[in-house]
Each structure stands twice: as C-alpha cells, then as structure tokens.
C-alpha cells in the first residue's frame, strides 16, 4: 500500500498564496503520476492538476489555470501544488493522489488513481 501524506493547508486571505505539499512512500515515486483534486463544500470531488510520471507533461482544470503549479521533487519524493491567486471559491479539502501509470500522460480522473492521502483543508476567506 503506497501512503501518501498531505500538508501545508491553511487559512489565507483573497489574492495569496499557499503551497501544499505531498509526500508519497512509493520506493519508484519517480514514476509515478500524480494528481490534485479538491472537494469544496456541498461539492463533489473535482480534478485539480496532474503531472505525468516524467513531469514532462501537465494538466490543470480551467479554474486554476493560471494560478496553480504543479511540481514535483523526486529526491524527496514530493510533489507540490503551488497555489497563487487564492479566491474564496478556492476554498476546500485538497487531496494528493498517486498511481503507477500505464501511459505517459497527466491522468486528470479521479478513478484513475487507486492511493490517496487524507486530504488537507485549503480555507480562502473573501
């Protein structure tokens, strides 16, 4: 079972910015794809970002494009997700999942991605 760990949540103001942080425990984490996705409140779960295994390729959705950077370190084996720009819509539970990809693509479905962390709550007030 590959673990994976959110952080870096918090509570910030219209127009600032937050970068939340993703550890997994996948020993090949280099070679992993990798997602955000979020879930606000009476919503359901929506793609985010996404990150091919290779970090050669991304994928945001229209609301955070722009504003949102999808990065990874492998020698940490962490991916970030760099959020500027902030808007109180926003505002969610953001969750960090992973997969051994089998194409070279960004995977933006959430059923793609069979682990998952615990989520992290992003709070922007207006």
């Known amino acids: 079972q590959v673990q994976v760990a959110e952080s870096g949540g918090g509570l910030v103001q219209t127009g600032g910015s937050l970068r939340l942080s993703c550890v997994v425990s996948?020993?090949?984490?280099?070679?992993?794809?990798m997602g955000w996705f979020r879930q606000g409140p009476g919503k359901e779960r929506e793609f985010v970002a996404a990150l091919n295994w290779n970090g050669a390729r991304t994928s945001y959705a229209d609301t955070v494009k722009g504003r949102f950077t999808i990065s990874k370190d492998n020698a940490r084996n962490t991916v970030f997700l760099q959020m500027d720009s902030l808007k109180p819509e926003d505002t969610a539970i953001y969750y960090c999942?992973?997969?051994?990809?089998?194409?070279?693509?960004?995977?933006?479905?959430?059923?793609?991605?069979?682990?998952w962390g615990q989520g992290t709550q992003v709070t922007v007030s207006s």
């Open positions: 996948a020993h090949t984490f280099a070679v992993y794809a």
């Open positions: 999942a992973a997969v051994l990809p089998r194409t070279p693509y960004a995977l933006v479905e959430a059923t793609e991605y069979p682990s």
